[in-house]
């Protein structure tokens, strides 16, 4: 599962179901157990913008999915180097039936309550799993990834059930797992009376009715300056020493619009932690001993930053100049990677060609995909095989002779995707186009994209993962963000009579949809493969460049192990501790 990024998604293993389950599939070690530190202290970490939920099936931005980590947690969890641990599960165990369906039994810890003391039992599983998740009646992002292969959860005791499937599932234990627990005990009430999607709104935060399973709890919000969150009295976890976790008292998000005022925030010892960006490094890594900082770098992110064009704009004309493939790879051979490398990444990026990052070493293959190095005479070319033209003032016009006029979208205060925008418009201006670059609030983009479809072009990123099938809302046809080419099911506003879907797209779709019955890895690997080409031919997103992963933290905190998979600090943020 992936969603829209101001800068992490459910997270997937990289082996098949069996190789998965062995390492953990009998122990009892969970994330933490072997730590030690020092009670006391805030944590302090800025953020672009605040959220706009607390409930994890409506959440579609990392502004509101960064919030929810703090407080919910699942059957099992993921370190920094994407390895399965169990969690509120101490174990699981599979069966493959002669019919062909297949069963997890997972084994619940005991003695677990809710952050208000309610007792957690196998009931709070069922109804999430059954009433919630896979619930016809109210669609999610955690359908897309399963299709028409939904797990069904039985009670077996109170610290005992069952999820079933009808066919095999390669990623069974890891989605499932890895889904948020909500409280049946508060929740029941509003999916039984239809109104699910008013569970924990943002309001719940200041009223104290959120309530969770992980280390913290949101209890207060003021918009556009910071939201709060404090220790969950009844959090599970204990360090070797006996010590109950998490350490530190609480974690405050201060909402902080802009990269730079973020990082003056930073140097100011005002926040603790903070992503660089490429053309700062160098200046905080000189600066890095004396203001007490780590500073430190690693090979590319996961996520992926793009330009896409809306195939189902309200404008007629302008849905086929984005439709037509020889538009999109001439805006391929226009965006001048290496320059935006060196000039806004300061060298600290690399070039991205295809939907995969190369941090996803087990499904990344370079040698499928199709490369548009920077050219303008290429580009130009490409647009003339698509049947634009030139006037006599050099305008680029349609076969129709409509001039080529559209506007492109971005986060305003995301001054990389900014500086990308600029660059690229700059390019296509070259080429004739009347471009207009037009920044806006994220969480009035991420409405525009996913729910108006209000918007003509767009430079923006997805979270990811190393494993590819975590994109299946993104790249089914009828996926929860194929926003670039929504289904008329999926979104009422899209013309149905003039949709247009092509072939290469249908190949994606069962490619996402049988990878996860194939339990062979290199059959799976053979399928991402296709994917990787399909996607580098045809350009439904045009990708730009991977930032390395930076981080940047102040020496006072510790048990942090920043890696690309696992971030800075969020993966153990129950381990952190911090001097005082």
Not at 76 to 90: Q, T
Not at 399 to 415: C, E, L, R
Not at 448 to 469: F, H, M, R, Y
Not at 531 to 559: C, D, G, M, R, W
């Amino acid at each position: 599962m992936r969603r829209l990024s101001v800068l992490v998604f459910l997270v997937v293993a990289t082996f098949t179901l069996i190789a998965a389950l062995s390492p953990f599939a009998h122990s009892e070690t969970y994330i933490g157990a072997n730590v030690t530190g020092k009670h006391g202290g805030f944590l302090i970490v800025p953020t672009l913008s605040g959220p706009r939920t607390c409930n994890d099936v409506v959440a579609q931005e990392t502004s509101s999915t960064d919030v929810i980590a703090r407080f919910m947690a699942s059957m099992i969890a993921m370190d920094n180097y994407a390895r399965i641990h169990p969690a509120l599960a101490e174990r699981w165990e599979l069966k493959q039936n002669p019919d062909g369906s297949m069963e997890i039994t997972w084994y619940l810890r005991k003695g677990i309550k809710w952050s208000d003391g309610h007792p957690f039992t196998a009931d709070d599983v069922v109804f999430t799993i059954n009433d919630i998740y896979f619930n016809p009646d109210i669609p999610n992002d955690m359908q897309d990834l399963f299709g028409d292969n939904w797990p069904k959860a039985v009670k077996i005791d109170d610290y005992t059930l069952k999820t079933i499937q009808k066919e095999p599932y390669r990623l069974a234990v890891r989605y499932i797992g890895g889904i948020p627990i909500f409280p049946k005990h508060l929740a029941e009430k509003y999916v039984k009376e239809g109104r699910f999607k008013e569970f924990w709104t943002v309001d719940a935060i200041n009223k104290k009715e959120i309530v969770g399973l992980g280390p913290f709890i949101p209890v207060e919000y003021v918009p556009d300056q910071y939201v709060k969150f404090v220790r969950n009295p009844y959090y599970w976890k204990y360090d070797k020493e006996g010590k109950q976790l998490p350490y530190l008292d609480g974690i405050i998000f201060r909402i902080i619009p802009t990269q730079d005022a973020q990082r003056l925030a930073f140097e100011k010892g005002e926040v603790d932690v903070y992503g660089p960006r490429g053309a700062e490094y160098a200046d905080l890594r000189k600066k890095a001993a004396e203001k007490g900082w780590v500073v430190g770098t690693g090979g590319p992110n996961f996520g992926t930053e793009f330009i896409t064009f809306n195939w189902n704009t309200p404008d007629p004309v302008k849905r086929k100049w984005f439709r037509n493939e020889y538009f999109r790879r001439a805006v391929a051979y226009a965006i001048d990677k290496r320059s935006i490398v060196n000039t806004i990444f300061n060298g600290l990026a690399v070039e991205q060609w295809g939907p995969i990052s190369a941090a996803a070493k087990v499904y990344y293959d370079e040698s499928v995909l199709r490369k548009y190095p920077y050219n303008l005479d290429l580009a130009r070319t490409m647009l003339k095989l698509g049947g634009f033209k030139w006037d006599d003032k050099g305008r680029l016009l349609d076969s129709a002779g409509n001039p080529v006029k559209f506007t492109i979208m971005t986060n305003a205060g995301n001054q990389i995707r900014e500086g990308i925008g600029n660059i690229i418009t700059d390019a296509l201006k070259k080429l004739g186009m009347d471009v207009t670059f037009a920044p806006i609030d994220f969480n009035t983009l991420v409405q525009k994209l996913v729910n108006t479809g209000d918007w003509e072009a767009v430079i923006i990123g997805l979270t990811g993962s190393d494993e590819p099938q975590g994109g299946a809302n993104v790249w089914t046809i009828k996926g929860a963000l194929h926003f670039w080419n929504y289904h008329p099911d999926v979104k009422a506003y899209v013309d149905r009579e003039d949709y247009y879907s092509p072939d290469w797209e249908a190949k994606i779709d069962t490619i996402f949809k049988e990878n996860v019955k194939i339990l062979d890895q290199e059959k799976v690997k053979a399928m991402f493969r296709e994917f990787q080409k399909l996607v580098s031919e045809n350009l439904p997103l045009i990708y730009t460049v991977q930032q390395l992963y930076l981080y940047a933290y102040s020496k006072k905190l510790h048990n942090l192990e920043p890696t690309a998979f696992g971030g800075m600090w969020g993966w153990n943020h129950d381990c952190i501790w911090k001097e005082q």
